[in-house]
């Protein structure tokens, strides 16, 4: 009898946990959330619980760890289950982790974030309601603010490209050349299009060579303004 009274309890207990698991997952995701990691294991929690919290749950999360030595894929696997995690054996660098990613990606928009920014909780749901509103916004770029919240300088917010192809701040007036990778939103389509980002950009620099050969395709780039990004800027690098 109190073997079968503790066979009854751990089966409700798990069934609950199994269940909220279940919850959690969108069996028909609208948007993959794609985020790669280097031994940035200090970053994630803030960034995975704002995912976890958000009103709007028809998203899935991506994470490709890129052979990470702080126990990352570990941490992500016990605290939040319900992302699916993909661990490569080497570091494919944040161009191919992404391309990775957006390989197993199954929603129409992939919604490319780093380790260390952060979302509100209604983040999706408007983001959601811009991408129904405007179907052809096929590559576009979130507002940004300081991880504290507070305001960046326009200057960062709107990125252009000088003569020789370097990307320079334009004052927050545009025109806007290319959507930075920090709250980049592309089609999946598209994306697969392009063949995803060229891996010969380790990091840095592959954002713009992808909204480059966008645009050579006739695309245009939007700035989906006061959907807002919290980034810290650098900080997986630190």
């Given at each position: 009898?109190?073997?079968?009274?503790?066979?009854?309890?751990?089966?409700?207990?798990?069934?609950?946990?199994?269940?909220?698991?279940?919850?959690?997952?969108?069996?028909?995701?609208?948007?993959?959330?794609?985020?790669?990691?280097?031994?940035?294991?200090?970053?994630?929690?803030?960034?995975?619980?704002?995912?976890?919290?958000?009103?709007?749950?028809?998203?899935?999360?991506?994470?490709?760890?890129?052979?990470?030595?702080?126990?990352?894929?570990?941490?992500?696997?016990?605290?939040?289950?319900?992302?699916h995690v993909i661990k490569s054996n080497h570091d494919l660098g944040y161009a191919g982790a992404n391309n990775l990613g957006a390989k197993r990606a199954r929603?129409?928009?992939?919604?490319?974030?780093?380790?260390?920014?952060?979302?509100?909780?209604?983040?999706?749901?408007?983001?959601?309601?811009?991408?129904?509103?405007?179907?052809?916004?096929?590559?576009?770029?979130?507002?940004?603010?300081?991880?504290?919240?507070?305001?960046?300088?326009?200057?960062?917010?709107?990125?252009?490209?000088?003569?020789?192809?370097?990307?320079?701040?334009?004052?927050?007036?545009?025109?806007?050349?290319?959507?930075?990778?920090?709250?980049?939103?592309?089609?999946?389509?598209?994306?697969?299009?392009?063949?995803?980002?060229?891996?010969?950009?380790?990091?840095?620099?592959?954002?713009?060579?992808?909204?480059?050969?966008?645009?050579?395709?006739?695309?245009?780039?939007?700035?989906?303004?006061?959907?807002?990004?919290?980034?810290?800027?650098?900080?997986?690098?630190?």
């Amino acid at each position: 009898r109190r073997r079968l009274y503790y066979m009854r309890n751990w089966f409700w207990k798990n069934k609950v946990k199994w269940y909220s698991m279940k919850r959690k997952r969108s069996t028909n995701p609208f948007i993959s959330i794609i985020i790669t990691n280097r031994n940035a294991r200090k970053w994630l929690n803030k960034c995975l619980t704002s995912l976890n919290q958000q009103t709007m749950r028809n998203f899935e999360v991506i994470f490709v760890d890129n052979n990470s030595s702080d126990r990352s894929t570990e941490f992500v696997s016990q605290k939040f289950p319900w992302v699916h995690v993909i661990k490569s054996n080497h570091d494919l660098g944040y161009a191919g982790a992404n391309n990775l990613g957006a390989k197993r990606a199954r929603g129409k928009y992939l919604f490319l974030m780093n380790t260390d920014a952060y979302l509100a909780q209604d983040t999706i749901q408007k983001l959601t309601t811009t991408l129904k509103k405007y179907p052809q916004y096929h590559l576009m770029q979130l507002d940004e603010k300081k991880y504290d919240k507070s305001d960046l300088p326009d200057r960062y917010l709107i990125f252009s490209m000088d003569v020789l192809g370097y990307p320079i701040g334009s004052n927050g007036k545009g025109p806007l050349f290319y959507a930075d990778g920090a709250a980049l939103v592309i089609t999946k389509k598209l994306f697969t299009k392009l063949r995803g980002y060229d891996t010969e950009y380790y990091m840095y620099l592959e954002d713009m060579d992808l909204n480059w050969r966008a645009r050579l395709l006739g695309e245009n780039v939007y700035f989906l303004k006061d959907i807002y990004v919290y980034h810290y800027a650098g900080g997986p690098s630190i």
